[in-house]
């Protein structure tokens, strides 16, 4: 079963207005870690944001903010007041488990390529 | 600050050929370190990922093998690559035993197989 999925291969947006990709993850563990990452057309992998399962409140960094659903088990991102600098692959990324003191590691989803147009 | 340099940023190799890709940090000490490949299109997979030199786990049993002869040193190998080992591969570190820390990921090697 796929432990990230990312519904929307494509997204359009305007110009400053937000845009809300979509972001639903499956796991038994009570600990985990949701990141998003956006990829431009360059290839380097950028991190935006994190949310941790017992964050209380949703994360914010600057222009994005992550809608977190735990029942839902949804972690979808908001980008407000989009730029044409916006434009580029996100992917939603899962770590399971609490700080063992071993590597974690990332589970990516496939992305959604967004487009930001004037 | 900390840098993470991986290289070269294009390869076009034969099959048959061998792999040898490198991926240096600078700035931090003992980092978690990680090899991931991404088929045109698609999303990260995992290969293969390092607590320490000389400890490698490998999630992807294929014709590829890493190795970490220094502590900020990943090397991701072949000894004979095959058409489907063509894609982007990326190098990542992350901070040892911090949970919320983030992978920070190099630019890449792009990776064709002909």
């Known amino acids: 079963a796929q432990k990230i999925t990312q519904t929307q291969p494509g997204m359009f947006v305007q110009e400053k207005e937000a845009v809300t990709l979509d972001c639903t993850y499956d796991?038994?563990?009570?600990?985990?870690?949701l990141f998003w990452y956006k990829q431009p057309s360059s290839g380097e992998m950028i991190f935006l944001i994190y949310?941790?399962?017992?964050?209380?409140q949703n994360a914010t960094e600057g222009r994005y903010s992550l809608n977190f659903q735990k029942a839902r088990k949804s972690a979808n991102l908001v980008i407000s007041a989009s730029q044409l600098g916006d434009s580029a692959m996100y992917f939603c990324?899962?770590?399971?488990?609490?700080?063992?003191?071993?590597?974690?590691?990332?589970?990516f989803g496939t992305g959604t390529r967004l487009q930001v147009t004037l | 600050s900390q840098t993470i340099h991986q290289w070269p940023a294009t390869l076009v190799q034969p099959v048959g050929s061998p792999l040898s890709l490198e991926c240096t940090v600078e700035?931090?000490?003992?980092?978690?370190l990680y090899w991931y490949r991404q088929a045109a299109g698609r999303g990260l997979q995992l290969l293969f990922y390092?607590?320490?030199?000389?400890?490698i786990s490998s999630e992807v049993p294929q014709n590829l093998s890493a190795s970490r002869p220094q502590d900020r040193q990943f090397i991701l190998s072949s000894k004979k690559l095959l058409l489907s080992d063509s894609g982007f591969y990326l190098c990542?570190?992350?901070?040892?035993?911090?949970?919320?820390?983030?992978?920070?990921f190099g630019n890449g090697t792009r990776l064709t197989v002909t």
């Open positions: 796991t038994s563990d009570p600990s985990y870690g």
């Open positions: 990542a570190w992350k901070r040892d035993r911090e949970y919320n820390s983030p992978l920070h």
């Open positions: 990324a899962m770590r399971e488990g609490g700080n063992t003191g071993t590597a974690s590691k990332l589970t």
């Open positions: 700035g931090t000490s003992n980092p978690n």
């Open positions: 390092s607590v320490g030199i000389g400890q």
């Open positions: 949310q941790g399962s017992y964050d209380q």
